[in-house]
């Protein structure tokens, strides 16, 4: 039988700015450790510390755009597109633009603490 998530759990956020993140399906929300699916909101200005996860990010921005740093420059990804960040690639994202963005975030196995690696 399916399984109904009910409602997401929102979690503290890393970065300079608040950002909102609403989990639906990962370690927390619904104890799963292969995926999370995670809705996030965040505001003009926001950076995130720089990362090596141990984990695959699949990243689809809903709206406005999300900028993705990376050892070999930039990507900036806007409202329909989409990006993936590989295990053990070093990324840093941000929200430069006025209105922020607003992307939902899969990561293969699901997002932790312990396998994101941020920078220091």
Known sequence: MPTLIP??????????????????????????????????RSPS???EPGQTPQFE????VLKGMLRV???????????GQAVIAHPGEWVQYSTPEKD????????????????VHRDA
Do not use: Q
């Open 7 to 40: 409602a997401s759990t929102r979690i503290e956020a890393a970065g300079s700015k608040p950002k909102i993140i609403e989990e639906f399906i990962g370690r927390v929300n619904s104890k799963h450790e292969g995926v999370s699916v995670a809705h996030m």
């Open 45 to 47: 200005g926001w950076v």
């Open 69 to 79: 740093t990376h050892t070999d420059g930039v990507i900036d990804v806007h409202t």
């Open 100 to 115: 922020g963005a607003e992307y939902i975030a899969i990561c293969l196995p699901a997002f932790s603490m312990e396998t």
């Open 57 to 60: 990010e699949y990243t689809i």
